[in-house]
Nanobody
């Protein structure tokens, strides 16, 4: 199992921004696609954005496209999620993980969007 650490969540007002960071231990990061997931209370965990191992290709869920931006720095074993124009429905615990391999989930980071 590869340890994952998510940081950067917090309280934001509607229309505000937050930047999440995912820190991945070990060498598997640079050779694997990664994703940001979220789970709101009472809902299943969903994939909101993914990025290829090179960082050249990204995909987004329709609910966040145009507002969120995923990126990665393979030299730092780190992935980011820039979240702009936040909405109350973005409130959730956000997790990062590999796209195509089984791995334990980290603690996640809580995002609350509220006025």
């Amino acid at each position: 199992q590869v340890p994952l650490v998510e940081v950067g969540g917090g309280l934001a007002q509607p229309g505000g921004s937050l930047r999440l960071t995912c820190i991945v231990s070990g060498s598997d990061f640079v050779t694997n696609g990664m994703g940001w997931y979220r789970q709101a209370p009472g809902n299943q965990r969903e994939l909101v954005a993914s990025i290829s191992s090179s960082g050249f290709s990204a995909t987004y869920a329709p609910s966040v496209r145009g507002r969120f931006s995923i990126s990665r720095d393979n030299a730092k074993n780190t992935m980011y999620l820039q979240m702009n124009s936040l909405k109350p429905e973005d409130t959730a615990v956000y997790y990062c993980n590999f796209i195509s391999r089984n791995n334990a989930w980290g603690q996640g980071t809580q995002v609350v969007v509220s006025s």
